[in-house]
């Protein structure tokens, strides 16, 4: 099976993590002065808080700070810690994604897709800060898919499969393969990869189960439509409880992405999968999956995500209790170091207006209902106009959409239906 291009951006050799100074800051030494690629000025009395204001950014070799031996009853002591920040390295703007960094760390106006892709770098290194580094070889193990068990359904079979995404993690997902495809044994059929919203009482199995929560059935839908779809589990929710530690995982919202990313890898490995191109949607939680996934791996060349975003500053109205640790986006199973952020939302160092922009110039759909609770419809109108300046400079400005259906946190039907139909008109061209 050939390898499919994912665009994690490794960790430079000439970089100090924060992490190590943090660590040698609780020793009996003193921190006199760092200066940060990101953040403001502070000044700090616990040696812990380091890590909350900074974050895990990395400073260059030669901004190292100076240290001075303490005595040994200095330990445990508070630290008085200034940090002094460039404001040339201050976080670029995310309404603005037409700026990127200069070799001298100046922002520069983006004028070609070469350029564009300097700015992209950078927002999966901000990406990667946060959720931690995408693996590479070393978690690409043999799939070695096994049925547990099928079900004819009509229209489509379905399977409950599990896969090995990486040593020591068997994935659970439901497969559904339609019918179509045994009367065309030679056919190629297009797949799309369906991520289930929240729940923690039957998990993936939302998206393919006519008596759950109604309009959430997008897998089963499709395959009765004649495409292959694939429903894999989201790490910590109902039957699929994978230990994050343990196999080195810094980010849930990372593993997950892993999971699909191996997901897509099983697809393509199928002999009746057209694996030019897949699809991706998802309803919430799988909306945001679907984002987050795909600007890890492009073999995704469709887009839907229902009720999945708005940006960091706005969510909750920037309610700093939803920024505490296992809280909202905070949680084990999102991105725990968010919680570094509580307070100084805006030095993020990523959002969805650079992500959407980061898929550019794939088609993406974004449903935003007027009246959802958890995402607001005029923050996600925010970014598109944000992204939306980089699908122009790439040459498709039409292939970006937003659709505001009136009503609360759902996916109506008619919603569902375009989004099947910008399925069709791209993935059976």
């Known amino acids: 099976m050939s390898e499919r291009k994912t ?104 004028q070609t897709p070469d350029d564009w ?50 040593p020591g993690s068997r994935v659970p997902a439901y497969l559904l393969i339609p019918d179509s495809i045994r009367k065309q044994p030679a056919g190629k059929t297009p797949a ?36 292959v779809t694939l429903a894999p589990s989201y790490p910590l929710l109902a039957n699929y409880q994978p230990d994050l530690q343990s196999l080195g995982w810094e980010s849930g919202t990372l593993k997950a992405v892993w999971d699909n990313i191996r997901g897509l890898d099983l697809l393509e490995s199928l002999p009746f999968v057209d694996a030019r191109g897949f699809g991706c949607i998802g309803h919430s939680l799988g909306g945001h999956n679907a984002v987050y996934t795909a600007v890890f791996d492009d073999s995704i060349k469709v887009i839907v995500s229902s009720c999945g975003l708005d940006s960091y500053l706005d969510y909750y109205g920037g309610d700093e209790a939803r920024w505490l640790p296992e809280q909202g986006w905070c949680q084990t199973r999102y991105m725990p170091r968010l919680a570094d952020y509580r307070g100084r939302l805006e030095q993020i160092p990523f959002d969805f207006h650079e992500m959407i922009g980061a898929l550019a110039p794939r088609h993406v759909m974004i449903s935003a209902p007027l009246h959802d609770g958890n995402f607001q419809a005029a923050s996600v109108d925010r970014i598109a106009k944000a992204a939306g300046a980089v699908y122009t400079l790439l040459g498709h400005p039409d292939r970006l959409r937003v659709e505001h259906p009136d009503c609360d946190h759902d996916f109506p039907i008619a919603i569902r239906q375009r989004a099947y139909q910008l399925f069709d008109e791209v993935l059976r061209r």
Not at 128 to 137: E, I, K, R
């Open 7 to 110: 665009t994690g951006v490794a960790a430079s050799g000439k970089t100090w993590a924060v992490r190590r100074l943090v660590t040698a800051a609780t020793q009996p030494r003193t921190v006199l002065l760092c200066s940060l690629l990101f953040g403001l000025s502070y000044t700090l009395v616990e040696p812990t808080s380091i890590r909350r204001i900074v974050g895990e950014w990395t400073l260059s070799r030669s901004q190292v700070p100076i240290a001075r031996q303490g005595s040994a009853s200095n330990v445990g002591r508070p630290l008085d810690v200034t940090l002094v920040v460039d404001a040339v390295q201050a976080r670029l703007p995310r309404e603005n994604l037409l700026l990127y960094r200069g070799p001298h760390g100046q922002p520069v106006p983006v």
């Open 192 to 227: 799309v990869l369906c991520l289930h919203p929240t729940d923690n009482r039957i998990g993936h199995r939302v998206v393919i189960d006519s008596d759950a929560r109604p309009n959430r059935q997008y897998a089963s839908e499709l395959a009765e439509r004649g495409y």
């Open 117 to 166: 892709s300097k700015r992209r770098r950078a927002i999966v290194e901000g990406m990667q800060s946060v959720m931690g580094q995408l693996p590479g070889a070393e978690k690409r193990c043999a799939l070695n898919m096994q049925v547990v068990s099928a079900v004819q359904r009509p229209g489509y079979l379905e399977q409950l499969i599990t896969y090995q995404s990486e």
